[in-house]
Structure formats: structure tokens, C-alpha cells
């Protein structure tokens, strides 16, 4: 049996050995793609081929922790229905031994390329990276090319994640790098074969520019034009904490700019974080045939109280967020759900008109464990308004300090903790709530707060609460549980 094979069977096994424990826990998610058995973190590949989305993801199949990352493979013609499909990619050669990491994938000549960061560790713990090709004809099965970029003078090992992307006649890589200097980096290439690959230099950081003391290694790098301008997303590790900003163990976020494809330079503004909750990391993005920009992230960050959640007594940890559109609005770049996420509704919305004075209401009509809630219309002229979702979150706009604040227990120690930020004037809500996470899209994507949260499993309330007088609009839907297949 080859070594494919063998891993492929082990992780199926593993898979049909604690299927039942997994489907038995309350926190397993209605509408959002989880592993089926085992740890779940970045989105790779994320594509529309052929009409059909695919979201490859990096998988540990054998344990809810970090190794020799598989990749996994969902697909879906509506976003809201998905398939599971086999395993697209397992760590079986010896430049990927320790791991197929995360890559993208690319459409040429009516195939896909796939291009994955083959990671290597020998006993001492020394570290190699490859950039491998993989080439699949229908999505499924990939045929391994081996390495195609080697790791170029300047760079430590921690160098991975290529996405790439066609532009101007020619093909580029952006890689995310850490410097000899451990400066944090992202580093370009160019081909015209998509198999030959030209170092071109350091795009960003790296020590020099505006990222030039911006942490020590960056991940994820994502290049795409939005609106008028090119977006650089990339997950940078080795920041500070700073005011309300960079409250997470890492980031995520972007910075706006021009990238000229004829001298592969990139002037671009400040770093902004894409997502301000408590979960959001290594985020990717497609643009599918309706010509929308389109991103997924893993709902986590590495290393903050991964082993802690209380999923892994049933064997699987983490999740993906809702696939969201980008929008490029005043140089800002705003997220909102994909429009698809209306046909997770079921039924007619239930309208209610709320005004409070100094109170605290639960309302009979909003409660549940899978619920998108919409709030519009909002008026108050001073101190706060909160909603708390079950025992576990809270989400609080205050219009005197002019910030909205995510709270949760956590579910760590139960300590109460909080992401924060400054928004104006609160205009309108979208929340989604699943049974352990909650998207808040605030004023049309200008921020968002993502998070898990484990409420008791018998509390499916909403709690409205104001300090002064508020009245606002509430249009509330059930989401559906959908089957992944
Ligand atoms: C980001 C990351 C990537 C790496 C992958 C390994 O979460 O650390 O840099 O390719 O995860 O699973």
C-alpha cells in the first residue's frame, strides 16, 4: 500500500472510530463547514471551478492539535448546502512529510493548480519548506509535482502559504516569510509557465517601509484588487497589543495600496484588522464569476487557549467563518455576509418593535441556538444598549464612549473578557448566532466582531438592556441545520 493510501485509510478510520461522539456534541455548528473528526484550521484552495465553489482546508484528522496537516475538501454550488468530498491532499512525500500547509489554487488550461507549503521537521526539529505544485483535472484527485520554489538567500524556514493570482500577461506568489533578521515578511514571485518561478524580492516588511517593525513572521498573504485600490491581507505574528488594537494572541488584517505587476513593488497604506472578536485568523479570498470578492478565515487564532474548548472531548475543534463579500468603501475595506446566507432562513422573519426605557427585556419571539438577527432603525441619544446572547456573550454599543465591545466568558476560567473598538454611530446590526459562534457585522461589514462562545445548553435567550432610552427594529430568522453530506 503506498503512503497515500495508508494515511488516506488511518484518517477515514479515525473518522468512522468517533463519528458518533462527534455528532453527539450540543456545540457541533448548524450552518458553518467543521472537520468531521479532529482539528480544522486555515481555508486553502478556495476556488470557483467549473461553476462549483471548493474550500480545501488544513486538517489533523488524528488528534484536536497541530502536525502533519492534511488537506480536506468541501464544495457547494450555493455556499449554503456543501458536500464533503475525499481527501484532496495527504502529507505522504518526503518534502511535505510534516505537513501539506496552506496554499491557493489557481484555474489553468480547465485545471486546477494548487500550490501548498510542504513542510519538513527532522528530530532536532530543524525546519525546510517547499512551495509544491499539485494539479488536479476535476477537483478532486491531485496529481504531486514536487517543489517549485525553493526557498530563496535572506529567509529563515518559516516561509509558507502561497497564493497566486494572474494579472497582466503574467503569473505571481505571494509567500509569507520571516527574515534571517526575523522580521516578518512577504516575499514575491513571478512565472510565466506557472511551474518556473523568478524570486522578484520582498513585497512588504521585511524590516524596511511601513511594516518594517510589524512582528516577526507574516502568514497568509492574499493579493487582490478591490475597488480602486489592491489589497494586501496577510496574518502577521509578533505584535504588540495597543489600546483597543491587537488584543489577540495574532492578527489578521490588511493594508490598502497600489501593487505595479511591471516592477512587483506595493506602496500601500497602514495596517487595519480585518475582524475585531476574539477568532479570526489566516483568512483567503477568491473571486468567483459574478465578479465578487469573496472570504473565508478559520474562526480561531494559533496558540490562544486552542486546547481549552470544550468540543474536544468530542473530538473535533474549530470551524470556519460564513463566507463573506468584500467591499471596498472610503479606502476601508467592509465585509458582509454573502448574500446567499439569506437561504439559510427559514421561514418569514419575525418583526418586533422594541423600545426600552432604563430596562432589561427578553423578548419571547428572539431566542434560539441557529439565528440570524437584524437590528435597523435605531435611535437613543445617550449611554448604552447591550444584547447578550445566552449566558456566554455580549455585545455592547455605547454611544457616549462611541464603541461597540464583544464580551464573552471565557471558556477558559469564566472571567469575563472583551475585544473593543470605536464606531461613530451605531446604525444597524446583522448578527449570526450558531450553537458556539457569533459573526456581528456592524454598520454594513465597517467592523466586525467574530467569536466561539459555549453557552449553558439550555439558554437560548436574547437579552436586550439600556442604560438610557433606546427603540429600535428587531427582524429575527431561524437558520437551517444543514447536513454536511
Ligand atoms: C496559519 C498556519 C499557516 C500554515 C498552517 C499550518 O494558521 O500556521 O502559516 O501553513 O497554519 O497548518
Known amino acids: 500500500m503506498s503512503r497515500d493510501e495508508q494515511l488516506r485509510r488511518a484518517a477515514y478510520e479515525e473518522m468512522e472510530k468517533h463519528k458518533d ?176 518561478w523568478d524570486y522578484q524580492g520582498v513585497l512588504t516588511g521585511g524590516g524596511e517601509g511601513r511594516l518594517a517593525d510589524f512582528g516577526y513572521m507574516f502568514e497568509c498573504p492574499d493579493l487582490f484588487p478591490l475597488g480602486e485600490r489592491d489589497i494586501l491581507i496577510f496574518s502577521p505574528q509578533g505584535i504588540e497589543a495597543s489600546g483597543m488594537k491587537y488584543q489577540n494572541v495574532y492578527q489578521a488584517g490588511y493594508v490598502a495600496g497600489q501593487f505595479d505587476s511591471a516592477t512587483g513593488t506595493f506602496e500601500h497604506g497602514e495596517f487595519e484588522e480585518l475582524d475585531r472578536g476574539f477568532d479570526f ?76 426605557n432604563r430596562e432589561t427585556r427578553v423578548l419571547k419571539a428572539v431566542k434560539g441556538k441557529a439565528f440570524e438577527m437584524e437590528i435597523t432603525d435605531l435611535s437613543m441619544t445617550e449611554g448604552w444598549f447591550d444584547l447578550t446572547v445566552g449566558d456566554g456573550i455580549r455585545f ?34 446583522r448578527v449570526f448566532v450558531d450553537t458556539s459562534s457569533i459573526e456581528v457585522f456592524v454598520n454594513e461589514g465597517e467592523e466586525t466582531f467574530t467569536a466561539r462562545f459555549y453557552p449553558s445548553p439550555n439558554n437560548d435567550t436574547v437579552r436586550f438592556e439600556t442604560s438610557h432610552q433606546a427603540v429600535f427594529t428587531i427582524r429575527k430568522w431561524d437558520l437551517k441545520h444543514v447536513n454536511l453530506k
Open 396 to 429: 455592547v454599543y455605547s454611544s457616549g464612549e462611541q464603541t461597540v465591545t464583544l464580551e464573552r466568558k471565557s471558556y477558559v476560567n469564566g472571567v469575563v473578557e472583551k475585544r473593543q473598538c470605536s464606531v461613530k454611530q451605531l446604525n444597524s446590526l
Open 21 to 196: 461522539v462527534v455528532e453527539k456534541d450540543p456545540y457541533r455548528l448548524h450552518y458553518h463547514l467543521m472537520p468531521t473528526v479532529g482539528l480544522l484550521n486555515d481555508p486553502n484552495g478556495f476556488i470557483q471551478f467549473k461553476g462549483t465553489y471548493h474550500v480545501y482546508y488544513q486538517w489533523m484528522p488524528f488528534k484536536t492539535g497541530h502536525g502533519a496537516k492534511f488537506w480536506g475538501h468541501y464544495s457547494s454550488n450555493d455556499f449554503v448546502n456543501w458536500t464533503h468530498e475525499e481527501i484532496a491532499l495527504t502529507p505522504s512525500e518526503w518534502y511535505e512529510k510534516n505537513g501539506c500547509y496552506s496554499g491557493s489554487a489557481i484555474e489553468h488550461d480547465g485545471k486546477i493548480y494548487a500550490y501548498y507549503t510542504g513542510n519538513v521537521k527532522d528530530e532536532e526539529g530543524n525546519r525546510e519548506t517547499y512551495q509544491c505544485l499539485a494539479i488536479s483535472e476535476e477537483s478532486l484527485h491531485f496529481d504531486k509535482r514536487g517543489p517549485v520554489v525553493h526557498l530563496p538567500d535572506g529567509f529563515t524556514a518559516h516561509f509558507r502559504d502561497p497564493k497566486v493570482w494572474e494579472q497582466d500577461g503574467a503569473f505571481f506568489m505571494v509567500v509569507g516569510a520571516q527574515t534571517r533578521e526575523l522580521k516578518g515578511a512577504v516575499a514575491l514571485f513571478r512565472s510565466d509557465d506557472l511551474e518556473n
Open 281 to 356: 485568523y489566516a483568512p483567503q479570498t477568491t473571486l468567483d464569476d459574478k465578479g465578487r470578492r469573496i472570504l473565508f478565515a478559520w474562526m480561531s487564532v494559533p496558540d490562544q487557549n486552542e486546547q481549552d474548548h470544550p468540543t474536544i472531548e468530542h473530538k473535533w475543534l474549530h470551524t470556519m467563518t460564513l463566507p463573506r463579500e468584500l467591499k471596498l468603501v472610503d479606502g476601508k475595506v467592509r465585509q458582509v455576509p454573502l448574500e446567499e446566507m439569506e437561504d439559510l432562513r427559514v421561514g418569514p422573519a419575525i418583526q418586533v418593535n422594541v423600545e426600552l
